[in-house]
Each structure stands twice: as C-alpha cells, then as structure tokens.
C-alpha cells in the first residue's frame, strides 16, 4: 500500500485529500515504471478511507489515472487510522 510521502523529501502531504490522493497514485505510477509496468497493469485495488466522505473526491483523482478505462476491480473501506495519520491509502496487485 502506498500512502501520500513524497519520495524526494520524505514529507506526508496531507494538504487536502485531491493533493493526498494524487501523490498516492504518482508513488504508485512510480513503483509500476520501476517495473516496466503501467497503470493499466493493474489488476485490483483497495482504497482505505479514514474518512468515506472523501469518496468522491478520491475516486475523481483515482479515475483520472485510468482514462476511459477498463478500470482494475477495486473496493473502498473506510479505517479509523492510517500510518503517519494518512487519509487515505492505495494497495494495487498488476500482472505483467
């Protein structure tokens, strides 16, 4: 799972949940590469939530990353705490 820290400074950027979201799925974009693999490898998704009312805003930045799709199978559940005090957390399984 990929939480929103950026790799250059090391920083959790809880700023708002779009900017949190974006930075989870550009270290997770980051991880793909590193395996010469893309987003569309993705095969399923979990997005915990600290809080469900982000939902909408998390899925608009999470759909971004897939165009029209096809979208990976994914589930959303809501936590009461993630590391660092992360709002929200991205786990991905890609096949190759």
Do not use: C, W
């Amino acid at each position: 799972g990929q939480i929103a820290i950026d790799p250059k400074t090391g920083n959790l950027d809880t700023a708002n949940i779009s900017v949190e979201t974006k930075r989870v799925m550009e270290n997770i974009r980051a991880i793909l590469q590193s395996s010469k693999m893309e987003m569309k490898d993705i095969a399923k998704a979990t997005i915990y939530l600290t809080n469900l009312d982000d939902f909408k805003t998390v899925n608009e930045v999470y759909a971004s990353y897939f165009g029209a799709g096809p979208y990976p199978a994914r589930e959303t559940v809501e936590v009461s705490r993630l590391p660092k005090g992360a709002h929200v957390e991205i786990s991905v399984t890609a096949i190759h």
